[in-house]
């Protein structure tokens, strides 16, 4: 059982560069989330989705754009790459009922650097 | 939504118990207290999580105090690969956002 799967783990790209990065869950949740996380920092909440074709804004949205076309999958988009997106991006997802909503399941983690 | 206050660093020996505590005065009656690690490099893991009443799992044990205004993760035997940093985050049961600060640097040392 793989879980959270994210890919690519680590990417590079300059400055206006496009790029997407791919969640994937083979535990049938519905709720997935994407964050990004800073050195010494906590994780924020970038966007969200609570079901196939859903998403929302979370807490820090600017520069990103997401889709949920499957269940399994969520694409976080970075249209034109800006050196403050440099991070490590965290996906996770959840189960919809009861308290097991806020129990989420985190991926490894994708190293991006914006030169 | 409830803020929390966690100190920012401790030490634990190995062996010993780990105790973490965090502040949550402001949390409401329909948030539960969750807590989550993040060894480093890797994704946070979900630890537990309570209401009101104390909980136990194979992970560690977390004691609400009965005004809910505060809890403490406890690692009954901590071991090295508990260094982590642990993150104390209030959920609602209607909800599916959670807030994770800056959290405690646990560093177990032999």
């Known amino acids: 059982n793989a879980g959270v799967t994210q890919t690519p783990k680590f990417r590079v790209l300059k400055t206006g560069q496009s790029m997407t990065l791919l969640c994937a869950q083979d535990?049938?949740?519905?709720?997935m989330y994407w964050y990004r996380q800073d050195p010494g920092m906590g994780l924020r909440l970038i966007h969200y989705s609570v079901g196939e074709g859903t998403t929302a804004k979370g807490e820090v949205p600017d520069g990103y754009n997401v889709s949920r076309l499957k269940k399994q999958n969520f694409l976080l988009g970075l249209e034109s790459a800006a050196p403050s997106q440099t991070s490590v991006y965290f996906c996770a997802s959840s189960k919809p009922s009861g308290v097991t909503k806020n129990i989420q399941y985190f991926g490894a983690g994708t190293r991006l650097s914006v030169l | 939504d409830a803020k929390t206050t966690q100190p920012p660093s401790m030490d634990c020996a190995e062996g010993r118990a780990a105790n973490l505590p965090c502040n949550h005065s402001t949390i409401s009656g329909n948030e539960y207290v969750y807590w989550y690690r993040q060894i480093h490099s890797q994704g946070p893991q979900y630890i537990i999580h309570g209401l009101k009443n104390n909980e136990t799992n194979e992970m560690a044990s977390l004691i609400i105090t009965e005004d809910r205004k505060s809890s403490t993760l406890i690692l009954p035997h901590a071991t090295l690969r508990d260094t982590a940093v642990y993150y104390c985050?209030?959920?609602?049961?209607?909800?599916?956002?959670?807030?994770f600060g800056a959290g405690t640097t646990v560093t177990v040392r032999a």
């Open positions: 985050t209030p959920g609602r049961i209607n909800d599916y956002k959670l807030s």
């Open positions: 535990m049938n949740h519905e709720y």
